[in-house]
T-cell receptor
């Protein structure tokens, strides 16, 4: 059974810092991996989706990498801003592609102005 | 991206009553819908998977007679919490995916429904 782990559970950084969030998964046979953002009391916002054949995806200040063989993904946030404060969730979709996403517990990020 | 709506966004009910939550895919046909539950400061836990026209498949530990799921059309799935109790209070999030098109198998999430049972 797929298990997804996110480290650290919480992170507090000053504004402007670059930071890395880590995600690991136990079964490397994945269809894709996705990073989400969740604000308190709200739903999910999809940030980046990496297909199993891809190594990374970029969107603005965000860059996500995928090393399928080692079961790891990282989310890099450049020049962090207070508006980036939220919980970031990593989720993995297994094979076949219609299996459900399995989520990690998330990293709660606080960016201090 | 595709849009998924949920209704209601929040609901408060008395213990023992039933609550129905609707999940709609607004601009695509959802062959598969997933229902997740999220307790405070916890991650999303899958409750069940439903394919249009078929019975839902429930995860271990989820009571199928308590959480009734209907996926009668390609754009609508409902989750009914029967005889709700305070321990059922949670954030319920649906997700929908299609089996075709450019977003093949990508899951799109609804905004969630916060259920509080008094």
């Amino acid at each position: 059974k797929q298990e997804v782990t996110q480290i650290p559970a919480a992170l507090s950084v000053p504004e402007g810092e670059n930071l890395v969030l880590n995600c690991s998964f136990t079964d490397s046979a994945i269809y894709n991996l996705q990073w989400f953002r969740q604000d308190p009391g709200k739903g999910l916002t999809s940030l980046l989706l990496i297909q199993s054949s891809q190594r990374e995806q970029t969107s603005g200040r965000l860059n996500a990498s995928l090393d399928k063989s080692s079961g790891r993904s990282t989310l890099y946030i450049a020049a962090s801003q207070p508006g980036d404060s939220a919980t970031y969730l990593c989720a993995v979709k297994g094979i076949p592609g219609n299996t459900p996403l399995v989520f990690g517990k998330g990293t709660r990020l606080s960016v201090i102005a | 991206g595709a849009v998924v709506s949920q209704h209601p966004s929040w609901v408060i009910c008395k213990s023992g009553t039933s609550v129905k939550i609707e999940c709609r895919s607004l601009d695509f046909q959802a062959t598969t819908m997933f229902w997740y539950r999220q307790f405070p400061k916890q991650s999303l836990m899958l409750m069940a998977t439903s394919n249009e026209g078929s019975k839902a498949t429930y995860e271990q530990g989820v009571e199928k007679d308590k959480f009734l799921i209907n996926h009668a059309s390609l754009t609508l799935s409902t989750l009914t919490v029967t005889s709700a109790h305070p321990e059922d209070s949670s954030f319920y999030i649906c997700s929908a995916s299609s089996s075709g098109g450019a977003s093949y198998n990508e899951q799109f999430f609804g905004p969630g429904t916060r259920l509080t049972v008094l």
